[in-house]
């Protein structure tokens, strides 16, 4: 069993800038395929970011050049810089963990952009 636990979300004006961290336990995070999902109220789940146990890195269409993805394997931690927001970033940002067949997800963190 993973445990996944996301921080970091909060109130924004739209143009600034927000980082959420996301820990997973365990003593093999540095193969785990790591990602970020986003659910605005009323929409579905959406995919935002992944990124790779060797550090390969994927976005959507829609943050590319504005949001970034990394990790730090010597602290189990993956985060998400999130720059220029805008009000439609506004969603719970969730983050999964893909450990062989199985992908274990946070509770969420809601992030808010708005005047």
């Known amino acids: 069993q993973v445990q996944v636990v996301e921080s970091g979300g909060g109130l924004v004006q739209p143009g600034g800038s927000l980082r959420l961290s996301c820990v997973a336990s365990?003593?093999?995070?540095?193969?785990?395929?790591m990602g970020w999902y986003r659910q605005a109220p009323g929409k579905q789940r959406d995919w935002v970011a992944a990124i790779t146990g060797g550090g390969s890195t994927n976005y959507a269409d829609s943050v590319k050049g504005r949001f970034t993805i990394s990790r730090d394997n010597g602290k189990n931690t993956v985060y998400l810089q999130m720059n220029s927001l805008k009000p439609e970033d506004t969603a719970v940002y969730s983050c999964?963990?893909?450990?062989?067949?199985?992908?274990?997800w946070g509770q969420g963190t809601q992030v808010t952009v708005s005047s």
């Open positions: 999964s963990a893909g450990v062989g067949h199985l992908t274990y």
């Open positions: 365990g003593s093999s995070f540095s193969i785990y395929a």
